[in-house]
C-alpha cells in the first residue's frame, strides 16, 4: 500500500541501498541522537541512580520486544489482517516496533516532573503548552536531522500515524494530550489522506499503546520490588492506607472511563488484586527456593505472559473501526484491563509519591526552572545557548517562537546534562571550557 509508505517530505534524497522504507525508518531512529538521550532520561527512578533501574531508553526497548511479539501473534491469529483492507488495519511488525522505540522520545529530563514544569511555564507564561506525546512529533518532523535534511527524519506515514497515541491537536479548547498546531497540519493531511474515522487509531498504534501500559505495569513494578518501594509482605498489600491512595487515585484520574469504573466496586477491585498478587508472589517465592530476584523475574514473566496472551481484536461498532484489547470469549476483558490498571497504579503510587523520589522531583523543579531564568532573555540568552542552536533559531525564527524555542533545547537534555548546565551557570564549580556540548 503506498499510502503508508508516503513520506510528507518526499524523501528526494533516497539512498542507493536495497532497504524496504521501514528498515530506512529504523535506521533513521536508531542513528538519532534524540534516541541515544533515552538512556540519560528517567524511567521511574533518575537516570543514573543505580545499574539496574529501567531509563527511557531500556522501556523502550522492552516496549518494542513486547509489541513486535504481539504483532506476529495477532497476524497469525487473525490472517484477514493480510487482505491490507485499510492502511489503518495493518499490523506490520516493524512498524510497530519503530513506534515503540520512538514514543517516549518527547519527554524531557526528569520524567514526568519534567513535562509538569515545562508545561506549567509555557501555559502560565506564554499560553503556550508541553507535551510529551506532542513533543514527539517535534523531534521527529522538525528538530532532528539527517542525512540531506535538517528537517525532521522524514518518516513514512504508516510510521508517524503508529506512534500518533493522542490522535488531536493540542490548541483545541481543552485538550490535554495531542499534537502541537504545526505538526498537527500534516498530521490530519495524512490520517484525511488515509480516510481514518475521527478520533481512532490505527491497529498499530493501538498495540503500541497496550504494550507500553504492559511493560509500565510490570517492568516498573519490578524495579519498585528491587529498590525496596514496594515491600514483599503480607501486610503491605493489606495496608488501608495504601489501599486508599490507590482508590483515590483511580478516581481522580482523567480519561478513566475506557476502563468503565462506572457501578464497580472500586475498592473492592483494589482489593482483590493486591490479595491476589501476594498469593502468586508467595507461590513463586516458595517455587524459586525464596530466591528474591529469581522470584521477581519469574513474578514480571508471568504477568507479561499473561497480558500478551489475552491480546486481541474486537468490533468497535459506535465508530465502525477495530480496537486492539485484551480479549476472553470474544468480548473485551475488562476485568483484566483494571487488574492492570490497579498495578499501574501501585506502581505510582509506591514510588513516584515517595517522599525521598519526591524530594529528588523538587530539586529538579528548582533546576529546570532556573534554567528558564537563563535562557528566557532572547536578547541576553544566545550569549549561553550552543551556536548551532542559536544558529537553526536565526533561520527558523518567523515559525519558532522564543519560548517554544526554549522548551525545544531543554527538553532535548538528559537527566545529568540538565543538571551539568545548573552547575555551570549557578553552581561553586564551572567546568572546563574544553568540554564538548
Given at each position: 500500500m503506498e499510502l503508508r509508505t508516503l513520506r510528507i517530505m518526499g524523501d528526494k534524497d533516497k539512498s542507493s541501498d536495497d532497504r524496504d522504507e521501514y528498515e530506512r525508518d529504523y535506521s533513521r531512529l536508531i542513528g538519532s541522537p534524540a534516541f541515544r538521550r533515552l538512556q540519560g532520561k528517567s524511567q521511574v527512578f533518575g537516570a543514573g541512580t543505580g545499574d539496574y533501574y529501567r531509563t527511557r531508553l531500556t522501556?523502550?526497548?522492552?516496549?518494542?520486544?513486547?509489541?513486535?511479539?504481539?504483532?506476529?501473534?495477532?497476524?497469525?491469529?487473525?490472517?484477514?489482517?493480510?487482505?491490507?483492507?485499510?492502511?489503518?488495519?495493518?499490523?506490520?511488525?516493524?512498524?510497530?516496533?519503530?513506534?515503540?522505540?520512538a514514543h517516549d522520545l518527547g519527554h524531557p529530563p526528569f520524567g514526568h516532573k519534567g513535562e509538569e514544569v515545562l508545561n506549567d511555564i509555557l501555559e502560565n507564561r506564554y499560553g503556550m503548552k508541553y507535551e510529551g506525546n506532542a513533543q514527539n512529533y517535534r523531534i521527529l518532523?522538525?528538530?532532528?536531522?539527517?542525512?540531506?535534511?535538517?528537517?525532521?527524519?522524514?518518516?513514512?506515514?504508516?510510521?508517524?500515524?503508529?506512534?500518533?497515541?493522542?490522535?488531536?491537536?493540542?490548541?483545541?479548547?481543552?485538550?490535554?494530550?495531542?499534537?502541537?498546531?504545526?505538526?498537527?497540519?500534516?498530521?490530519s493531511k495524512l490520517r484525511d489522506l488515509w480516510g481514518l474515522p475521527k478520533g481512532c487509531l490505527t491497529l498499530e498504534a493501538?498495540?503500541?499503546?497496550?504494550?507500553?501500559?504492559?511493560?509500565?505495569?510490570?517492568?516498573?513494578?519490578?524495579?519498585?520490588i528491587?529498590?525496596?518501594?514496594?515491600?514483599?509482605?503480607?501486610?503491605?498489600?493489606?495496608?488501608?492506607?495504601?489501599?486508599?491512595?490507590?482508590?483515590q487515585e483511580i478516581r481522580r484520574e482523567e480519561g478513566n472511563g475506557r476502563f468503565y469504573w462506572s457501578g464497580v466496586d472500586v475498592e473492592g477491585t483494589v482489593r482483590r488484586v493486591l490479595e491476589q498478587y501476594w498469593e502468586q508472589w508467595s507461590r513463586i517465592f516458595a517455587e524459586?527456593?525464596?530466591e528474591t530476584s529469581r522470584s521477581r523475574r519469574e513474578l514480571k514473566a508471568q504477568w507479561v505472559g499473561l497480558y500478551?496472551?489475552?491480546?486481541?481484536?474486537?468490533?468497535?461498532?459506535?465508530k465502525g473501526w477495530k480496537r486492539i484489547a485484551f480479549v476472553r470469549d470474544g468480548q473485551e476483558d475488562?476485568?483484566?484491563?483494571?487488574?492492570?490498571?490497579?498495578?499501574?497504579?501501585?506502581?505510582?503510587?509506591?514510588?513516584?509519591?515517595?517522599?525521598?523520589?519526591?524530594?529528588?522531583?523538587k530539586?529538579?523543579?528548582?533546576?529546570?526552572?532556573?534554567?528558564?531564568?537563563?535562557?528566557?532573555?532572547?536578547?541576553?540568552?544566545?550569549?549561553?545557548?550552543?551556536?548551532?542552536w542559536n544558529a537553526r533559531y536565526e533561520k527558523n525564527q518567523d515559525k519558532w517562537p522564543w519560548p517554544r524555542f526554549i522548551a525545544d533545547y531543554i527538553a532535548g537534555m538528559t537527566d545529568a546534562y540538565a543538571e551539568k548546565v545548573f552547575q555551570e551557570l549557578y553552581g561553586n564549580r564551572s567546568g572546563s571550557i574544553y568540554e564538548r556540548d
Amino acid at each position: 500500500m503506498e499510502l503508508r509508505t508516503l513520506r510528507i517530505m518526499g524523501d528526494k534524497d533516497k539512498s542507493s541501498d536495497d532497504r524496504d522504507e521501514y528498515e530506512r525508518d529504523y535506521s533513521r531512529l536508531i542513528g538519532s541522537p534524540a534516541f541515544r538521550r533515552l538512556q540519560g532520561k528517567s524511567q521511574v527512578f533518575g537516570a543514573g541512580t543505580g545499574d539496574y533501574y529501567r531509563t527511557r531508553l531500556t522501556h523502550s526497548l522492552e516496549v518494542s520486544q513486547i509489541s513486535r511479539e504481539l504483532a506476529g501473534r495477532l497476524n497469525r491469529k487473525y490472517p484477514t489482517l493480510a487482505a491490507e483492507t485499510h492502511p489503518g488495519l495493518v499490523l506490520d511488525k516493524a512498524v510497530v516496533e519503530i513506534a515503540s522505540l520512538a514514543h517516549d522520545l518527547g519527554h524531557p529530563p526528569f520524567g514526568h516532573k519534567g513535562e509538569e514544569v515545562l508545561n506549567d511555564i509555557l501555559e502560565n507564561r506564554y499560553g503556550m503548552k508541553y507535551e510529551g506525546n506532542a513533543q514527539n512529533y517535534r523531534i521527529l518532523m522538525f528538530l532532528e536531522k539527517r542525512a540531506g535534511s535538517d528537517r525532521g527524519l522524514d518518516l513514512t506515514a504508516a510510521t508517524l500515524l503508529a506512534i500518533n497515541k493522542y490522535p488531536f491537536s493540542l490548541e483545541e479548547e481543552g485538550r490535554l494530550k495531542g499534537v502541537y498546531g504545526a505538526e498537527w497540519a500534516e498530521i490530519s493531511k495524512l490520517r484525511d489522506l488515509w480516510g481514518l474515522p475521527k478520533g481512532c487509531l490505527t491497529l498499530e498504534a493501538q498495540l503500541m499503546d497496550l504494550c507500553d501500559d504492559i511493560a509500565y505495569s510490570t517492568h516498573d513494578i519490578e524495579d519498585g520490588i528491587r529498590a525496596g518501594k514496594i515491600q514483599m509482605h503480607e501486610a503491605f498489600f493489606t495496608n488501608p492506607r495504601l489501599i486508599a491512595n490507590l482508590v483515590q487515585e483511580i478516581r481522580r484520574e482523567e480519561g478513566n472511563g475506557r476502563f468503565y469504573w462506572s457501578g464497580v466496586d472500586v475498592e473492592g477491585t483494589v482489593r482483590r488484586v493486591l490479595e491476589q498478587y501476594w498469593e502468586q508472589w508467595s507461590r513463586i517465592f516458595a517455587e524459586c527456593n525464596n530466591e528474591t530476584s529469581r522470584s521477581r523475574r519469574e513474578l514480571k514473566a508471568q504477568w507479561v505472559g499473561l497480558y500478551a496472551g489475552s491480546v486481541g481484536i474486537v468490533d468497535d461498532g459506535a465508530k465502525g473501526w477495530k480496537r486492539i484489547a485484551f480479549v476472553r470469549d470474544g468480548q473485551e476483558d475488562l476485568e483484566l484491563l483494571r487488574t492492570m490498571e490497579v498495578l499501574k497504579k501501585l506502581a505510582w503510587v509506591t514510588m513516584i509519591t515517595d517522599f525521598r523520589v519526591q524530594r529528588i522531583q523538587k530539586r529538579s523543579e528548582n533546576i529546570l526552572e532556573k534554567l528558564w531564568e537563563a535562557f528566557d532573555d532572547p536578547l541576553r540568552a544566545p550569549l549561553i545557548l550552543p551556536p548551532d542552536w542559536n544558529a537553526r533559531y536565526e533561520k527558523n525564527q518567523d515559525k519558532w517562537p522564543w519560548p517554544r524555542f526554549i522548551a525545544d533545547y531543554i527538553a532535548g537534555m538528559t537527566d545529568a546534562y540538565a543538571e551539568k548546565v545548573f552547575q555551570e551557570l549557578y553552581g561553586n564549580r564551572s567546568g572546563s571550557i574544553y568540554e564538548r556540548d
